[in-house]
């Protein structure tokens, strides 16, 4: 089953809760949170007080993505506060398996990332231990940019590695993806979308829901 998880990222953050709350009737999965530090990502967003204050308004899964260096100093906090699932980068941490095993010992479901140039057999070590992949289809750092094509090819290696190991593991895909290419990308063995502009942006936010879930 296909889930979306638009990227707050992309609400007014003035209107954080009418937005939290738009995602809710439109159907959403989860709420991606776009954690960046101006550090590992040439980008500032926000930390773990919005996603706590996130966390008393919905009871949508929150998707934490921490764009961060060093991401293990802050796991603990981003668990407290409300996080539901915990994602790494793995170009982020000189000891990715260590914080997975802190992130599931904190008991919040645990997610890798990837940027675009990271080959995904960077992660077949720790797949054992991880719920989901996130596989970067832009460079992270900001909203609104196009499409990779050369992420679909790293979902099917991706998802034909995961299958090969005989494991259950979700490929998530951040950057660039609506309606209009949403099919190439879950072709490509991709079950959680991440969109921000197309869903905010959009008049109808649960018909955009729809058509990335391809019930549309």
Known sequence: MIKVAP??????FTKMYDAVKLLEKAGADYIHCDVMDGTFVPNISFGQYMVRDLRKHTNLPLDVHLMIAHPEKYIEEFAQAGADIITVHEEATDHLD??????????????VSLNPHTPVETVEHVLYNTDMVLLMSVNPGFGGQSFIPSALDKARKLRN?????????DIEMDGGIGPENVKEVTDAGVNVIVAGSSVFNADDPADVIAKLRLEK
Do not use: F, P
């Not at 990227?7 to 007014?12: G, H, T």
């Not at 590695?161 to 593991?169: A, E, P, Q, S, T």
């Open 161 to 169: 590695m995961i299958d090969r190991m005989g494991l259950c593991v």
């Open 98 to 111: 260590r914080a997975l095993q802190m992130i599931r010992a904190a008991g919040k479901k645990t997610g």
């Open 7 to 12: 990227s707050i990222l992309s609400a007014d």
